[in-house]
């Protein structure tokens, strides 16, 4: 999958308002990690979705709120994989 591919869908999703977006959003980024191997793959593919929610924030700051959530639960899949190294 292609790193544009989930942060689109994560616009789109953050752009609808919708209950239970931030659900759906934290299922996008779960199933784009998946799709990497090992803890160290999936460690850069979360600071490269981390990077890229930056620049859509830049462009769409409407979405800050929304995109802060994302970004905290990344920060806790990133947590999770540093124990799971530990």
């Given at each position: 999958?292609?790193?544009?591919?989930?942060?689109?869908?994560?616009?789109?999703?953050?752009?609808?308002?919708?209950?239970?977006?931030?659900?759906?959003?934290?299922?996008?980024?779960?199933?784009?990690?998946?799709?990497?191997?090992?803890?160290?793959?999936?460690?850069?593919?979360?600071?490269?979705l981390?990077?890229?929610?930056?620049?859509?924030?830049?462009?769409?700051?409407?979405?800050?709120?929304?995109?802060?959530?994302?970004?905290?639960?990344i920060?806790?899949?990133?947590?999770?994989?540093?124990?799971?190294?530990?």
């Amino acid at each position: 999958m292609m790193s544009r591919e989930p942060v689109e869908e994560i616009r789109r999703l953050g752009s609808a308002n919708r209950i239970g977006a931030i659900v759906l959003a934290e299922q996008v980024v779960d199933t784009h990690v998946g799709g990497f191997g090992h803890a160290a793959e999936r460690s850069v593919a979360l600071d490269a979705l981390l990077r890229d929610l930056a620049r859509l924030r830049r462009r769409e700051p409407s979405l800050d709120g929304f995109i802060t959530e994302v970004e905290s639960y990344i920060d806790g899949l990133h947590r999770d994989l540093t124990r799971l190294a530990a």
